[in-house]
């Protein structure tokens, strides 16, 4: 079974910066690609970034690049999501993921392990 436990979400001002951490248990972390999602009520879920499993590609939608850094440091089990620049849109309940393979993927059914989600809320 694999466990994954997000943290660093909060309240922030239009413009702050923050690092969400992503914990992971479980042996094959990595050897497998991770994600980040948002959803806000109402809404589906949303691809945030994606890295593959040895970190060297990775991807992100279009609204957050250039603000957005996702990284992993597969001896500490770990996935980052590091968000600069953060906009009132930004709001939302980030959920870490693990991807079913090894190379990024932007959808969730490519995903099989999901964390509870950390809270980021973004005042204007």
């Known amino acids: 079974q694999v466990q994954l436990v997000e943290s660093g979400g909060g309240l922030v001002q239009a413009g702050d910066s923050l690092r969400l951490s992503c914990a992971a248990s479980g042996r094959t972390f990595s050897i497998n690609a991770m994600g980040w999602f948002r959803q806000v009520p109402g809404k589906e879920r949303e691809f945030v970034a994606a890295i593959s499993w040895n970190g060297g590609d990775t991807f992100y939608t279009d609204s957050v690049k250039g603000r957005f850094t996702i990284s992993r440091d597969n001896a500490k089990n770990t996935v980052y999501l590091q968000m600069n620049s953060l906009k009132p849109e930004d709001t939302a309940v980030y959920y870490c993921?693990?991807?079913?393979?090894?190379?990024?993927?932007?959808?969730?059914?490519?995903?099989?392990?999901w964390g509870q989600g950390t809270q980021v809320t973004v005042s204007s």
């Open positions: 993921a693990r991807g079913r393979y090894r190379h990024v993927v932007a959808t969730t059914n490519g995903y099989d392990y």
